[in-house]
Structure formats: C-alpha cells, structure tokens
T-cell receptor
Framework: GAVVSQHPSWVICKSGTSVKIECRSL??????MFWYRQFPKQSLMLMATSNEGSKATYEQGVEKDKFLINHASLTLSTLTVTSAHPEDSSFYIC?????????????FGAGTRLSVL | DQQVKQNSPSLSVQEGRISILNCDYTNSMFDYFLWYKKYPAEGPTFLISISSIKDKNEDGRFTVFLNKSAKHLSLHIVPSQPGDSAVYFCAASAIASGTYKYIFGTGTRLKVLA
C-alpha cells in the first residue's frame, strides 16, 4: 500500500500566530508532494507543488510568503501558515506522488482542519 | 475556466444497482485520469485510474471508461453498496508534458439507498 500521514488533524490558533502542518509518506519515498485547500462543498484546490530539495512551485494567487513549504526529505513535507488570520481557516490536505510505469497516483493524507480565532 | 467538470453534483442509487458517475474535460493534453472517493473531513482515497492509451479499466466493482474523442470518462460501480456513499472526484493529469499535478473535478455526492 501507500500510506500518507498528516499531522495535526485539527488545530485551533489565535490570529497572528503561525501553524505548521506535517505530511509524511510512511512506506514510500516521494520526490513530489502536493498541498491542497478545500472549502466547504467545493473541490480540492491545488496550492503548491513541493519538490524534495528544491523550492516549491506555487499556484497563481497563492502567497508563498504566507504559506511556507519545506520538503527537506523524501518522506516529509511541511506547510507553515504564517501569521494566520480567520480567512485562512480551511481544510488543508497533502498528497504524496508515486510515479512510474506510465502511472501517476497521488496518495492523500487525512487532512488538517485549521480554525483561526 | 474549469478544465475538469462533473456536471452532476449529486446522485442517488438503490443498493445493488449500478452507479454511474460522469466527468468531462477540455484539455486534450490530459493523458491520465483517476477517480477518488472522499468522506467528510478526510483525505481522498484512490479508487481507480486509466491511461489515455486505454478505454476501459476494471478493478472489482469499479470500472472506468474513457472516451477520448468526447473527452469524457465515467465510473461505474456495480453493485452499489451503502458504504459507497461519499463524494467522488475525478482528476486529470498530463504525464507526457512532465507535470504530475492533478486538476480535480467539482465532485459528485453519491448516496446509495438501502
């Protein structure tokens, strides 16, 4: 199988503080991980592509200074929401990509619900 | 511009019957397609995928059909079970162009009635 662990599953923080979310691929190495955001009853919106050992690639409209991504190893990517504000409250989901043999499958973490007060 | 569309936001099916979920795309560069199942407050779970070199892929109760000329794919679930009730997302990527990111559809909520 392909297991991706995401931690924490739920976090509440005060406005202005920073929050770090971890995404780990437990049984495979992932050179590429992705970070998504999902608003209620909407689709998953890709925020950024995280590449091991290099800078993340952000989608249009996503502030890279606000959403800091680090992919320091083949099994770990982190997303830090800096100076969080209530409008950052959302469901954040990571995925790790398994590629090869003509296939490209992303395995997802369980998600993190962020509530900023 | 929504490149991947799921035009039915919801679908109800009787237990034991076939569920058919549809997905349309506009970008002819897409060459790999997937279906995911998602429960509330959880991450999506991979179900089945298909490469553009095929027109059908089957895995147990799940079959995905791809019609490249119509830029349409569908997921068939037979027989449907109450545990299949969830939101289903289709996703598309363009492996040949070197990008591994997905474009997701808007999702279809499937309700299987016991």
């Amino acid at each position: 199988g392909a297991v991706v662990s995401q931690h924490p599953s739920w976090v509440i923080c005060k406005s202005g503080t920073s929050v770090k979310i971890e995404c780990r691929s437990l049984d495979f190495q992932a050179t590429t991980m992705f970070w998504y955001r999902q608003f209620p009853k909407q689709s998953l919106m890709l925020m950024a592509t995280s590449n091991e050992g290099s800078k993340a690639t952000y989608e249009q409209g996503v502030e890279k200074d606000k959403f800091l991504i680090n992919h320091a190893s083949l099994t770990l990517s982190t997303l830090t929401v800096t100076s969080a504000h209530p409008e950052d409250s959302s469901f954040y989901i990571c995925s790790a990509s398994k590629q090869g043999g003509g296939k490209n499958i992303q395995y997802f973490g369980a998600g993190t619900r962020l509530s900023v007060l | 511009d929504q490149q991947v569309k799921q035009n039915s936001p919801s679908l109800s099916v009787q237990e034991g019957r076939i569920s058919i979920l549809n997905c349309d795309y506009t970008n002819s560069m897409f060459d790999y397609f997937l279906w995911y199942k998602k429960y509330p407050a959880e991450g999506p779970t991979f179900l089945i995928s298909i490469s553009s070199i095929k027109d059908k892929n089957e895995d147990g109760r799940f079959t995905v059909f791809l019609n490249k000329s119509a830029k349409h794919l569908s997921l068939h679930i037979v027989p449907s079970q109450p545990g299949d009730s969830a939101v289903y997302f289709c996703a598309a990527s363009a492996i040949a162009s070197g990008t591994y990111k997905y474009i997701f559809g808007t999702g279809t909520r499937l309700k299987v009635l016991a």
